[in-house]
């Protein structure tokens, strides 16, 4: 038998190396209460129903699914057609993190250089053009990230100037808000100020990395997507048999504040990191340490001397981001306490200013 | 809010509407502590392989998703190359029953009949053709269920044969073991007899309906297949973010024998029911119940009189399996109870005996 | 260097076996004049547009492709979304002869046993069900053949029924006219009668067998069909480059009659063919030959006593078609002569007269 | 009827706008004798692979197909698994102008930029990672195209400084060979030198741009490859049933020096338009053009001041290449004359001149 307990108790790695937060595992625990139909048609998703409307308002339809791959493959068949491809930006999960998911579904993507994660409507030309050319993949939608792979936020005028640009020009828009959450709290906005209110058309509704088991949702805001939605998440391998529990892990999560306390607690965390770096580089008890993004959600982005992000893994574990110019991502969770964060500013200070 | 305790608490729908074992639910729970990596490289995945070599020996991999489509379909991408084909029976989940899944990853499924779900080295015969003729689509791997979704079995014997047959003619043989259990504890045989040592290439190892949340398996016995297998999950969407939840609901079902105890249970229970109803027509308590196929693992199949099956829906939740000739399907699972059994039998009687 | 001479000149094996009729030769080598723009911007297939008009009236588009399978899988293509199927005969091209393409697009296929070739309304409802299951792939259009595989017709009527039944349905209705010309000649009626104004929505219009070098092309009569299979034809890799030469076949070939003149040449040698052989088997010239299909276009499906096929098969190349009881099929071409016929229903004397 | 002859006789916008070579045509006509099997099974395609070891050796197999995107698609369907994408130049024509066809394969492609339109060890580098990570689509192939869309050559020393990187790293090497001949003929070296003697894994051998009508052929070096070509090359639509046609052009092309030989010519045009605009820039008769390309082979890429593209497209069709940046393509053919150069170079000297 292993012991499952060695593992770092510390760390920064991802948002998906946490656990379940404990009122979701409660709300597991509740659903299992004898046998209801399978594959959505039970109380939990009925309720996950009422659940979104209250966030997205009426005609706001969710379908809960296993996954962030799968909530934004299935919302990238939804948006387009078998000759359509979606334009994003290069650092995008859809693009670099999904195995191919969404080609192996046929979709082509065209990027665009976004240095701080984040399209705009002139980035978006450059990719948005020959409709009227069938040499050409058809760009028919857009997919954008809040918060993005860079740890910033799109403001809701500029999601709106975004899904203003898209529509004028005959697409759709995706958002892949598995760290919406985060972006909420961050704006101090409701949801739907910066997605369905934004011009927003489909939505990856994230839920595990704030704190779910597994459960994310693709919401939909109009009847035409929500009717087909259904045979494109069975044959996309996405129908949860025994779909209470999904349901109930976003229940527990959006059905009152924990969605906003997890993500606020996340960028708190992120911001005391990042406080604290700064703190020390003005005072010298940090050396060397460069921000390479602005820090706006749960994740702090930086460059550090050579040898420091090694010696700094052995005690706590993250990820580099961009190994060629030594940059490194460090993320917070809705379970990363002050003390984790402390000790990791101590260990920074430490490794940077070793003689 | 719903009421969400209103629910049938019995029913012969679906062995996927029964909930959780606790047994398992205590795993989800157990496993909720502190940070480990996600994507399966965890404590739990680890100890998960060690379980599938006790029952699958050296070797065997097991390899983690959310449901028995992405199984299913995940393995016949492990068996086929681009332009391969697959042969099964015409009742198969993999025709019936996953949403064109399959064809959307581009497998054609070829089908025979098979009165009974099973299928025969003869019966395979009728599509294993045309190897050297790029006009018909490459056979290359043949899919059996075990137990059928009849409801029948293969004995570890016929499964020999059909692996022979199949890999004389160069194809490869996948199971479809969402209820893999079930068949095991009618046999009375590990699991390996009727699998990998009678030949199996690929396994779907099922979970869900044998008491998990949402955990299945794609098993594999041969190096080749477990190098490409991460990679074909990933693009199939199932490659779970934190994995250890699913990888601990297997272990606590494999990992003694909580498998067999439930299944022998689900077992049980049906071999009740047919007792009960053979007892019944015997006596006349029962009449014009006939069965349709024989009862060896957890299903009953049976016609019924006229107006009969609508009847005794409102009071217990069933399907129909073939409506044109009035057979339904009774599943039993590891919650169904002797009561819920004999108050089902006494509706029997009652709405089969009414003037 | 090889003769390229001797082959069998006499065969009765596949209407792609023949070359191409000389007048159409004499369109290529006339179309081969100065630098036109490709991929379908030129003066042939605008006048092919013409050309389609008169057979099929206002608003019908035809789009050239290389062959048969694009045609099929295009049409199909543009009938489905992402998650429909089709229902089609058993014996259907798209389901044994198109090597698994149409499900490499993604299109699941719902076969039924047609003893004929032939749907009906029934036939199509052992597959024409599960709307509103997502665990069902959504059958959404039918697909029939004219002439069928087994050389038989649709009269406009049958077309009629099946598309009124199809529509009625939410289906739409595709027609594989590879040899929809054999089909008009045999019924005496003009192209429309039996596609769009029997309610046909997509057609693919044969060229190749009926004395094309490599022409077909899909022919729709919708808007927003029309509007979406450019980018369907060049994702399926059938866009012509100079396409002027594609179009120029079937101008050549529908322009004026030569479609029909060809096509009641190949219906009649096949006509002779059997009342050849009925002569024979009852004047005792023949025997022990039985016919297994009706001749009503260009191809003749007979059972013939055992060895004789293979004998036959020495002098005149033709397939066996379902082998298991001895079925041949023989195929007549626009270029079938009087004397081949002759020719061969001598050589049948003989093989099933020998002692 | 149409006029089919006021077609601009003079122009430079593409090499598949000029029709087809005679000697070509007169190949077709000729093959237009009798009944021959189709699919292949015929004396010219068995003649076809004798021409096609004299240029690449022994163990060359040459598939034909009708277009270059059936060739590409289909070569890169053999070089990769399922999982497998492929890494290119982001110029290259199977990202930019194939409709997004290999995606509708589930291919995934990886760009870089090259400027140059040429890939290096350096360049492949950037995308060349990854492959112990299932995130990421596998890069297990890489594609180059010669000559490049850009008009410029790999010699023989940098293709095999390509392969080897590549085939170091595990990964295997298409070339786009679309332009075969022009690079050959610019290089003055056999076809082999570059390609298979150079480690090409898998060819897409050209034929339509020097003067077919429609004709490429895949070409792969490995058994292997050529076992599993023919069911990925019918699921992929390409086919065609009376291949006779098809390898007749291919025979016509490189069975002799006609494919060198229209190669020369098209080069030698592109050298005389380059060469006289130089000479027009040196003594005046021409302003403000400037080149963006070296011309290796048939194509001249230049920016022209403003304005001049769309006055002199009213009398020569030509395109736009880089619109952003006033560049435009001008692309020389097999029939491509000195007069049509000449008026070219007079036009541009008029139009750049003009007060």
């Known amino acids: 038998m292993h012991t499952l307990h060695d593992v770092a108790a510390r760390e920064f790695g991802s948002d998906n190396y946490s656990g379940v ?6 709300a597991i625990v509740a659903a299992n209460e004898g046998h209801v139909p399978g594959y959505g048609d039970d109380p939990y998703t009925e309720h996950l129903a009422e659940v979104v409307t209250t966030h997205f308002g009426e005609g706001a339809r969710a379908f809960p699914v296993f996954n962030g791959t799968g909530a934004n493959v299935i919302a990238l068949q939804t948006l387009l057609p078998r000759w359509g491809s979606v334009i994003t930006a290069e650092t995008a999960h859809i693009n670099v993190d999904e195995g191919g998911a969404p080609e192996q579904r046929g979709i082509k993507i065209h990027t665009v250089p976004a240095p701080d994660g984040k ?16 040499h050409r993949s058809q760009p028919l939608a857009v997919s954008i990230t809040q918060s993005t792979e860079l740890g910033t936020l799109y403001t809701p005028d500029e999601v709106r100037a975004i899904a203003d640009h898209v529509h004028g020009l005959g697409m759709r828009l995706h958002m892949d808000g598995s760290r919406i959450a985060n972006a909420a709290a961050a ?10 209110d934004a011009g927003v058309d489909v939505l990856s509704l994230g839920g595990t990395k704030n704190g779910a088991l597994a459960a994310e949702a693709v919401v939909v805001f109009d009847d035409a997507d929500a009717k087909v939605l259904p045979y494109i998440r069975k044959g996309s391998m996405q129908l949860a048999s025994k779909m209470r529990f999904v349901s109930a892990q976003l229940i527990a999560l959006y059905g009152d504040d924990l969605w906003l306390r997890n993500a606020r607690h996340a960028n708190a965390m992120a911001a005391r990191l990042r406080a604290g770096i700064e ?18 959600a749960n994740g702090v982005f930086a460059t550090l001397p050579e040898g420091v992000a090694d010696r700094l893994r052995t005690r706590f574990r993250f990820y580099d981001w961009d190994a060629t110019i030594g940059e490194v991502r460090w993320l917070c969770t809705f379970d990363t306490t002050e003390d984790d964060v402390d000790a990791f500013l101590a260990a920074i200070a430490e490794e940077t200013t070793r003689a």
């Open 21 to 26: 937060h404990p009122e979701i595992m409660t």
């Open 119 to 134: 399209l705009t409507p002139e980035l978006i030309d450059l990719q948005a053009w020959g409709w009227d050319d069938e």
């Open 187 to 196: 704006l101090d906005v409701p949801l739907r100020a910066f997605t369905r």
């Open 279 to 296: 703190h020390g580089l003005a005072d010298g008890a940090i050396r060397g340490v460069a921000f390479t993004q602005p820090t706006q």
